[in-house]
C-alpha cells in the first residue's frame, strides 16, 4: 500500500493533465455480489503511451477493460476514455477505440474477412464505401491475408488471435486496448504481435496491453500498471517502477565468507550471515548485498575487496528487474491464479 | 468525436439479413418448411379417392380444384407448432446466441449501440418470419398448381373465387400468420436477454408456444385467451369466406402490437443495464 501511495505522489508531481490521459480512472470499482472484483484503481494512462496492464490471473485486469469499454457497469467511482465520461458519453469514445477483449470471438460460418466486414457494419462511423480496402489492410497487417477467404472455424488459435487484432485496427484508433494479445500464440507469433504494437504506437495510438505474463510486453511498454486481487498496487513510467528498488551488489568469488566480511566493514551488509573466515574454497558463491545511494562507488568495492584477498570473479551493480518487483509487489508468482 | 460524422447506421441491418441466410440452420429450416406444403400435395395427388369435405386439415378438400390453396393448408398445418418451433430458434438465437459466440462484446464496442442492436436483431427476425411463411406460401402455390392446375374453389362461405382472388386469399392467409409470429419473435428477443446460453433460450420460447396453446385450449381460463399471444393464430377462416370478415384480423394485429411493444420494452429494459460478461 506505500508503494502505491508513493507512486501516486510520484505522478502528482509530474503534474499529468487529465486532458493529456487516453484512461483515467477514479476510485473505480466493481463487484459481482460480494466479491469485489476491482477495487477502487485510480488508473492514469498518458496519451501516446504503451501501457502493461499487468498482474497474475484473476486479479481484476479483464473486468477493468469491461468497465472500461462499457460493457458491464461500475459498481463505483468513475473512468473517462480519451476524455469522455463512462458510461455516459462512451458512444463518442468507442469509434477512436479498437480492442481485443478476452480472447477473439468470431462467427464461425464467416470467412476471416466477411468477419471483419461484418463488425465493421456495427460501427457506424466506418465508411462501407472503403470497407473493403480497410479490411484488406487489416488482413494485411496481421499477415492474414493468404487466409481472408478461409472460414474462421478453421482458423488456428494464433491465427483467430491476429484476426482479434485486425479487427481492433479496422479504422485510425487513437486508443488500442489488447486484452493478453499473446495468448496462444508460439514465441514467433509473440514477436510479431509486439513488433505490431510498436508500429501502432510509432503512429501515436495509446496502447493499453493487459497480461499475466511480463516478460511478453516489457520490453515494449513505456508505462505500467500492477494489479493484485483486484486492486492497483503500482502505478507508472518503466524506469519509475524499476527504479523504485534499491540497488544491488552481486559478486562471484570462491572467497564468500573473506567477501562478506570485507562488504561488512564497508559497510554493506551481505543477505546471510557473516561468517568466519575459513580456507578459501574451491567453489564458487554469490554474494548480494544491498547498496543504498550514499554507498561507496562501485570500484571503490571492488578495489577492497581483491586489496582484501578476495578473488573477485565478477562484479555487478543492479536495480533488481522488473520481474523481481512485481512478485515482491504482488507476493506471489506471476502465473498465480487467485 | 470522430472527425468524419457521417453515420451508416443501416449497413448493421443489411450486415445482420446477410449473415442470417449465411448460416446452413436457416436454410436448413426454410427447406423443412417447404417440405409440408410438398408432402402434403404429393399425398393427395397419390391417393386414389380425393379427400371429401371437411376431411383431413382445412381447405385439404378444395387443393384438387385450385393447387393453389395448398398454401393455405399447408400454413394452417405448420402454424400450431412447426412454423412456431423455426421463430423460436431464430429469436431465441438472435442476443444469446452472440453472447455464447463471444461476439456480442465486439459488437458492442464497435460500438453498435444497444438499442439500434436490439431493434436491428428484431427486425432481422422479423424478416426470418415473412421468410418462413413465404416459402411455405410460395412451394404451396408452386407444387399445388403444377399438380392440381387452377381451377375454382368453393370458399367457405359457399361462393366460388377464380385464380386471381384464389391468390389474394392466400395471400391474406400468409399474411395473418406472418403477423401471428412477430409477437412470438418480440418474446424471443426478451428472453433472449436473459441468457448466453442461445439453445436455453430456444428452447423457453418453444416450450412457452406449447404452454400458450395448450392454456387455450383450457375452457376453465376462457378470461385469459384474448390475452394469449396464440389467441388469434387459426382464426384465419374469415379471411376464406365472401366478403372477408375482418374483425380477428384487425384484433390479432392489435394483440401482435401489443406483445411487441410490451417484450420490447421489457428487452431493451433488460439489455440496456445487463453486464456482458460472455
Given at each position: 500500500?506505500?508503494?502505491?501511495?508513493?507512486?501516486?505522489?510520484?505522478?502528482?508531481?509530474?503534474?499529468?493533465?487529465?486532458?493529456?490521459?487516453?484512461?483515467?480512472?477514479?476510485?473505480?470499482?466493481?463487484?459481482?455480489?460480494?466479491?469485489?472484483?476491482?477495487?477502487?484503481?485510480?488508473?492514469?494512462?498518458?496519451?501516446?503511451?504503451?501501457?502493461?496492464?499487468?498482474?497474475?490471473?484473476?486479479?481484476?485486469?479483464?473486468?477493468?477493460?469491461?468497465?472500461?469499454?462499457?460493457?458491464?457497469?461500475?459498481?463505483?467511482?468513475?473512468?473517462?476514455?480519451?476524455?469522455?465520461?463512462?458510461?455516459?458519453?462512451?458512444?463518442?469514445?468507442?469509434?477512436?477505440?479498437?480492442?481485443?477483449?478476452?480472447?477473439?470471438?468470431?462467427?464461425?460460418?464467416?470467412?476471416?474477412?466477411?468477419?471483419?466486414?461484418?463488425?465493421?457494419?456495427?460501427?457506424?462511423?466506418?465508411?462501407?464505401?472503403?470497407?473493403?480496402?480497410?479490411?484488406?489492410?487489416?488482413?494485411?497487417?496481421?499477415?492474414?491475408?493468404?487466409?481472408?477467404?478461409?472460414?474462421?472455424?478453421?482458423?488456428?488459435?494464433?491465427?483467430?488471435?491476429?484476426?482479434?487484432?485486425?479487427?481492433?485496427?479496422?479504422?485510425?484508433?487513437?486508443?488500442?486496448?489488447?486484452?493478453?494479445?499473446?495468448?496462444?500464440?508460439?514465441?514467433?507469433?509473440?514477436?510479431?504481435?509486439?513488433?505490431?504494437?510498436?508500429?501502432?504506437?510509432?503512429?501515436?495510438?495509446?496502447?493499453?496491453?493487459?497480461?499475466?505474463?511480463?516478460?511478453?510486453?516489457?520490453?515494449?511498454?513505456?508505462?505500467?500498471?500492477?494489479?493484485?486481487?483486484?486492486?492497483?498496487?503500482?502505478?507508472?513510467?518503466?524506469?519509475?517502477?524499476?527504479?523504485?528498488?534499491?540497488?544491488?551488489?552481486?559478486?562471484?568469488?570462491?572467497?564468500?565468507?573473506?567477501?562478506?566480511?570485507?562488504?561488512?566493514?564497508?559497510?554493506?551488509?551481505?543477505?546471510?550471515?557473516?561468517?568466519?573466515?575459513?580456507?578459501?574454497?574451491?567453489?564458487?558463491?554469490?554474494?548480494?548485498?544491498?547498496?543504498?545511494?550514499?554507498?561507496?562507488?562501485?570500484?571503490?568495492?571492488?578495489?577492497?575487496?581483491?586489496?582484501?584477498?578476495?578473488?573477485?570473479?565478477?562484479?555487478?551493480?543492479?536495480?533488481?528487474?522488473?520481474?523481481?518487483?512485481?512478485?515482491?509487489?504482488?507476493?506471489?508468482?506471476?502465473?498465480?491464479?487467485? | 468525436?470522430?472527425?468524419?460524422?457521417?453515420?451508416?447506421?443501416?449497413?448493421?441491418?443489411?450486415?445482420?439479413?446477410?449473415?442470417?441466410?449465411?448460416?446452413?440452420?436457416?436454410?436448413?429450416?426454410?427447406?423443412?418448411?417447404?417440405?409440408?406444403?410438398?408432402?402434403?400435395?404429393?399425398?393427395?395427388?397419390?391417393?386414389?379417392?380425393?379427400?371429401?369435405?371437411?376431411?383431413?386439415?382445412?381447405?385439404?378438400?378444395?387443393?384438387?380444384?385450385?393447387?393453389?390453396?395448398?398454401?393455405?393448408?399447408?400454413?394452417?398445418?405448420?402454424?400450431?407448432?412447426?412454423?412456431?418451433?423455426?421463430?423460436?430458434?431464430?429469436?431465441?438465437?438472435?442476443?444469446?446466441?452472440?453472447?455464447?459466440?463471444?461476439?456480442?462484446?465486439?459488437?458492442?464496442?464497435?460500438?453498435?449501440?444497444?438499442?439500434?442492436?436490439?431493434?436491428?436483431?428484431?427486425?432481422?427476425?422479423?424478416?426470418?418470419?415473412?421468410?418462413?411463411?413465404?416459402?411455405?406460401?410460395?412451394?404451396?402455390?408452386?407444387?399445388?398448381?403444377?399438380?392440381?392446375?387452377?381451377?375454382?374453389?368453393?370458399?367457405?362461405?359457399?361462393?366460388?373465387?377464380?385464380?386471381?382472388?384464389?391468390?389474394?386469399?392466400?395471400?391474406?392467409?400468409?399474411?395473418?400468420?406472418?403477423?401471428?409470429?412477430?409477437?412470438?419473435?418480440?418474446?424471443?428477443?426478451?428472453?433472449?436477454?436473459?441468457?448466453?446460453?442461445?439453445?436455453?433460450?430456444?428452447?423457453?420460447?418453444?416450450?412457452?408456444?406449447?404452454?400458450?396453446?395448450?392454456?387455450?385450449?383450457?375452457?376453465?381460463?376462457?378470461?385469459?385467451?384474448?390475452?394469449?399471444?396464440?389467441?388469434?393464430?387459426?382464426?384465419?377462416?374469415?379471411?376464406?369466406?365472401?366478403?372477408?370478415?375482418?374483425?380477428?384480423?384487425?384484433?390479432?394485429?392489435?394483440?401482435?402490437?401489443?406483445?411487441?411493444?410490451f417484450f420490447g420494452a421489457l428487452a431493451y429494459g433488460r439489455f440496456s443495464t445487463k453486464d456482458v460478461l460472455s
Amino acid at each position: 500500500m506505500t508503494e502505491t501511495a508513493t507512486l501516486a505522489d510520484e505522478a502528482d508531481e509530474a503534474d499529468i493533465d487529465p486532458a493529456d490521459l487516453a484512461i483515467a480512472t477514479t476510485g473505480l470499482t466493481k463487484r459481482f455480489g460480494h466479491q469485489t472484483a476491482v477495487n477502487g484503481i485510480d488508473l492514469a494512462v498518458p496519451r501516446g503511451s504503451v501501457f502493461g496492464f499487468l498482474g497474475p490471473n484473476g486479479s481484476g485486469k479483464t473486468t477493468t477493460i469491461r468497465v472500461l469499454l462499457g460493457l458491464a457497469a461500475a459498481t463505483g467511482g468513475s473512468a473517462r476514455l480519451l476524455g469522455h465520461d463512462v458510461p455516459t458519453e462512451l458512444a463518442q469514445a468507442l469509434p477512436r477505440v479498437g480492442a481485443l477483449i478476452e480472447g477473439p470471438a468470431f462467427y464461425p460460418f464467416l470467412s476471416g474477412a466477411d468477419n471483419l466486414r461484418r463488425l465493421d457494419s456495427a460501427d457506424r462511423y466506418a465508411d462501407p464505401a472503403t470497407r473493403d480496402q480497410r479490411v484488406a489492410r487489416a488482413l494485411e497487417r496481421v499477415g492474414l491475408t493468404h487466409a481472408a477467404k478461409k472460414k474462421a472455424r478453421a482458423y488456428s488459435l494464433g491465427m483467430k488471435q491476429r484476426l482479434g487484432i485486425a479487427a481492433a485496427l479496422l479504422t485510425p484508433r487513437d486508443l488500442l486496448v489488447l486484452d493478453e494479445p499473446t495468448n496462444g500464440l508460439d514465441p514467433q507469433g509473440t514477436r510479431e504481435v509486439r513488433s505490431l504494437i510498436r508500429a501502432v504506437a510509432a503512429e501515436g495510438t495509446t496502447v493499453f496491453v493487459s497480461s499475466h505474463l511480463l516478460a511478453e510486453v516489457a520490453q515494449i511498454c513505456t508505462h505500467a500498471a500492477v494489479m493484485h486481487v483486484g486492486s492497483l498496487v503500482a502505478q507508472g513510467s518503466l524506469d519509475d517502477l524499476r527504479g523504485t528498488g534499491a540497488r544491488v551488489v552481486r559478486i562471484t568469488t570462491p572467497d564468500g565468507d573473506l567477501c562478506r566480511v570485507e562488504l561488512a566493514r564497508l559497510g554493506l551488509e551481505a543477505t546471510g550471515p557473516v561468517g568466519e573466515v575459513t580456507e578459501p574454497t574451491t567453489d564458487e558463491v554469490a554474494v548480494e548485498a544491498p547498496l543504498a545511494d550514499d554507498g561507496p562507488a562501485a570500484e571503490d568495492i571492488v578495489a577492497a575487496l581483491v586489496r582484501a584477498g578476495v578473488r573477485v570473479r565478477s562484479f555487478d551493480v543492479d536495480r533488481p528487474s522488473l520481474e523481481d518487483r512485481f512478485v515482491a509487489l504482488t507476493g506471489e508468482g506471476f502465473d498465480v491464479a487467485r | 468525436m470522430p472527425a468524419d460524422t457521417r453515420t451508416h447506421g443501416g449497413a448493421l441491418l443489411g450486415s445482420e439479413v446477410r449473415v442470417l441466410f449465411r448460416r446452413w440452420r436457416t436454410w436448413a429450416m426454410l427447406a423443412a418448411l417447404a417440405t409440408i406444403p410438398i408432402l402434403m400435395a404429393v399425398v393427395v395427388r397419390l391417393s386414389s379417392e380425393p379427400p371429401g369435405p371437411g376431411e383431413g386439415p382445412p381447405f385439404l378438400d378444395q387443393v384438387t380444384n385450385n393447387g393453389m390453396f395448398v398454401a393455405v393448408t399447408a400454413l394452417v398445418v405448420t402454424t400450431p407448432l412447426f412454423l412456431p418451433l423455426t421463430i423460436a430458434v431464430v429469436s431465441g438465437d438472435t442476443i444469446a446466441g452472440e453472447a455464447g459466440l463471444g461476439t456480442l462484446r465486439y459488437l458492442l464496442v464497435a460500438p453498435a449501440g444497444r438499442l439500434r442492436l436490439l431493434v436491428v436483431k428484431y427486425v432481422s427476425a422479423c424478416v426470418f418470419c415473412v421468410a418462413a411463411s413465404g416459402t411455405v406460401l410460395l412451394v404451396g402455390w408452386g407444387i399445388g398448381s403444377a399438380l392440381f392446375g387452377t381451377g375454382e374453389a368453393t370458399l367457405l362461405s359457399g361462393d366460388t373465387i377464380g385464380v386471381g382472388d384464389a391468390v389474394v386469399r392466400s395471400l391474406l392467409v400468409g399474411a395473418h400468420v406472418t403477423i401471428c409470429m412477430l409477437g412470438l419473435a418480440a418474446v424471443g428477443l426478451f428472453i433472449s436477454t436473459l441468457t448466453d446460453a442461445g439453445v436455453g433460450a430456444m428452447a423457453a420460447v418453444a416450450v412457452l408456444t406449447i404452454v400458450a396453446q395448450v392454456l387455450g385450449q383450457l375452457e376453465q381460463l376462457a378470461w385469459l385467451h384474448p390475452w394469449l399471444f396464440t389467441h388469434h393464430w387459426l382464426s384465419f377462416a374469415d379471411l376464406l369466406r365472401a366478403p372477408i370478415v375482418w374483425t380477428s384480423f384487425t384484433e390479432n394485429v392489435l394483440l401482435q402490437a401489443a406483445y411487441v411493444a410490451f417484450f420490447g420494452a421489457l428487452a431493451y429494459g433488460r439489455f440496456s443495464t445487463k453486464d456482458v460478461l460472455s
